[in-house]
């Protein structure tokens, strides 16, 4: 559905986007995942055709973006990171304006308009204007208005940034329930846990440049992240801490916080085998804390940097 | 285009403090302004009449002459008073000046000596005492020159032909002083404004405040431009397939728009209230409302085009907005100020934009006495435009 070759784009002195390139198949949900200022938007806008490309290509739906500009918008939806409305107006006119952008015929963008705000759950506050909203409504607006044209492929730029958690969800249900219904979906964030819930494939980009790409799998196996346990023991006495770890060197113990620690590729199938060598080296288990490979920890271990909000 | 001119329509008025600042605002202003300046160029040439406090000392037939004289002017109403309380009233700033005739003033007129007459005056109003120096003269000159000359014939016959009879001697008089053998024979005739009923002071504060408030309110056009810039809106618009071109030349008509509708606001306003006689060139009126609209518009897209922020645009738009309206006319008539601001005004769009509404309506000219003014506009609009469409491809379009 979209192909990326090798695309770079430079403002003055600054190189925003270095040599990117990535595959999103059609119906997918695409993450690009970066602190702020890694690129995102600039990819974003290179898609959208507002950005051209100082090298490489775009191939949407079998077009160049270079050639075809109008028709890219016409497949593209765009929510942008900003909530990009008219306060003024009330939410149904917002929509009428922005849907009214596309040539759609009056009576047919008012059924459509009708039905996004169904799907945003929004219809009770349609005649209301955009700035008696809350923060998290005028977010679910913001994507309504992208939806209008019926795109084939969504681009959401940060659609969750300061949203309260029961608005984060509806919008999740929307994106989810899109998807669901067959729409591609590009979604930029630096949330972590967002990016593992939806997306069928991650690119982390830093600094411009993506540095990894592929299933929450691949990049961990990419990363060489592995799954951390801890134990407490009863007794840390030296000679139980050295009976375990001369036996297995995977076992390490930490001075500092007086646990034990094993990485491993898989916490379910190797955690038997962690508790049965402690109890045959004589080591009473007091607690066990679980850590599974996530985003986070791809992300540090990839770039060696936190990613915050 | 019109699609984002109809909903730049709808919010402006969604916007309260948008309408009232195009439409109240300058509705206020003008009825200031036209009360203000309402006597200048009035219909009959004269404004109310100036109150000149009189206080006759002399009591004497010559004193009582002249003040009848005086008070048989139409610029001026004698208010009797007596020299002391008149001297306070003046010092009090209650009226512009007092005219004291002392005792022995008709002694001394036929003495031939200076004559006991004093006028005191505020200096600080400087209308009402030139309106009283032109008339004032005049008449004095005329009263007390008429004795001081029938004085001087008198002697001169009396010296020269001691046996002269009564009535020969009056007869000689009488045809010396004769009021009409003195006049000099210049007729005063007024010929610019007198086609029409509309005062000077009306036009000036008509065309004045209404192209004042057009640049603020074109300027806030503008500005909205930076606004969205920065909510995020510009770019949405970009994301559609829309050009970024058709954004810019729709806020330019949505401009030209307001401009037009509150210029023609404003007349009709004066039309309904002050009886400002809008019949007497329609299609010059409307050439020159499109004209200064378009100007107008321009120079406020233009204002907004330069700054690089929302607020930056503001402050920017008010400083140049205040200095061009300054020299231009828009606050004070140009035809008070000193030649070298008249000069300095031709630079500025208000310049332009009153002059030419005081061609139409205060000296009646025809459409190609003005065209010029016009042309002028239209060619201010069209660098503005052709600017801004630069600027904003360079600074707003660019992401």
Redesign the interface.
């Known amino acids: 559905m979209i192909q990326v070759r090798s695309v770079s784009k430079s403002f003055g002195n600054i190189e925003a986007v270095k040599n990117v390139s990535f595959t999103i198949d059609k119906g997918k949900i695409f993450g690009i995942l970066g602190p702020n200022g890694a690129g995102k938007s600039t990819i974003v806008?290179i898609l959208?055709t507002?950005?051209k490309p100082d090298k490489g290509d775009v191939i949407i739906d079998g077009v160049n973006i270079k050639d075809d500009g109008?028709t890219i918008?016409?497949i593209?939806g765009?929510v942008?990171?900003?909530?990009?409305?008219?306060e003024?107006?009330s939410a149904y006119?917002n929509l009428m304006?922005?849907g009214?952008?596309?040539n759609i015929p009056k009576p047919v963008l008012n059924t459509i308009v009708n039905n996004t705000l169904e799907i945003v759950d929004l219809s009770n506050r349609k005649n209301d204007?955009i700035r008696t909203f809350s923060g998290g409504m005028k977010r679910r607006i913001n994507i309504a208005?992208?939806l209008l044209h019926n795109p084939k492929i969504l681009v959401l730029d940060e659609p969750t940034v300061g949203v309260d958690p029961q608005n984060r969800n509806h919008i999740f249900e929307v994106i989810e329930r899109l998807n669901n219904e067959g729409m591609t979906i590009i979604y930029t964030t630096h949330y972590m846990e967002e990016a593992e819930r939806f997306c069928d494939k991650i690119a982390i980009i830093d600094v411009g440049r993506i540095i990894a790409q592929g299933t929450l799998k691949e990049l961990r196996k990419i990363s060489e992240v592995k799954d951390l346990i801890t134990i407490k023991l009863a007794d840390s006495s030296n000679e139980i801490i050295s009976r375990i770890t001369s036996a297995n060197p995977l076992f390490k113990f930490d001075n500092t916080s007086g646990t034990l620690k094993v990485e491993c590729s898989s916490i379910s199938r190797d955690i038997s085998i962690i508790i049965n060598h402690i109890q045959n080296s004589g080591g009473i288990i007091e607690r066990i804390y679980t850590q599974g490979t996530n985003l986070e920890s791809i992300y540090l271990k990839l770039t060696g940097k936190e990613l915050r909000d | 285009m019109f699609k984002l001119f109809k909903k730049d329509l709808i919010l402006f008025f969604h916007d309260q403090r948008s309408v009232i600042l195009t439409f109240l605002l300058p509705v206020i202003l003008i009825t200031l302004f036209a009360f203000a300046y309402g006597s200048i160029g009035a219909y009959d040439g004269r404004s109310e009449p100036v109150k000149l406090l009189v206080s006759d000392l002399d009591q004497t037939r010559s004193s009582k002459e002249i003040i009848h004289k005086i008070d048989s002017l139409e610029d001026i109403r004698i208010i009797v008073s007596d020299s002391i309380k008149s001297k306070e009233l003046v010092i009090k700033g209650k009226y512009a000046c007092a005219l004291i005739i002392y005792k022995g003033f008709q002694d001394s007129l036929e003495a031939g000596r200076a004559t006991q007459i004093e006028l005191v005056y505020d200096r600080s109003r400087e209308m009402e005492i030139g309106i009283l120096q032109q008339n004032l003269i005049s008449t004095l000159m005329s009263s007390t020159g008429k004795i001081i000359v029938r004085k001087s014939i008198e002697e001169y016959l009396q010296d020269q032909f001691p046996d002269i009879d009564k009535s020969t001697s009056d007869n000689i008089l009488r045809t010396a002083i004769k009021d009409e053998n003195n006049k000099i024979a210049i007729k005063w005739t007024s010929i610019v404004g007198e086609k029409n009923d509309t005062k000077l002071g009306l036009i000036q504060a008509v065309a004045g405040t209404a192209i004042l408030m057009l640049l603020f309110s074109v300027a806030g056009v503008g500005t909205s431009i930076l606004e969205e810039k920065e909510n995020g809106t510009i770019n949405r618009l970009l994301y559609s397939p829309l050009k970024g071109s058709t954004i810019l030349y729709s806020k330019m008509l949505f401009a030209f728009f307001i401009s037009i509708l509150q210029l023609t606001a404003m007349f009709l306003f004066a039309w309904l209230i002050f009886n400002m006689d809008l019949s007497v060139n329609i299609p010059g009126l409307i050439l020159m409302i499109l004209a200064t609209s378009f100007a107008v518009s321009s120079l406020g897209i233009f204002l907004a085009a330069i700054a690089k922020t929302r607020q930056q645009a503001q402050n920017l738009s008010t400083i140049i907005i205040l200095i061009m309206s300054a020299i231009g006319g828009s606050m004070i008539p140009l035809f008070i100020m000193p030649a070298i601001l008249q000069k300095i005004a031709l630079l500025s769009v208000n310049y332009w934009g009153i002059q030419g509404f005081y061609d139409i309506f205060w000296r009646t000219l025809p459409l190609e006495a003005f065209l010029p003014k016009i042309l002028i506009l239209i060619g201010i609009g069209i660098v503005m435009t052709l600017a801004s469409v630069q600027l904003f491809k360079k600074r707003i379009m660019k992401l």
């Open positions: 806008n959208n507002l950005v109008v918008k016409l593209m765009v942008p990171q900003e909530i990009a409305l008219y003024e107006l006119e304006f922005w009214g952008l596309y204007r208005c992208s």
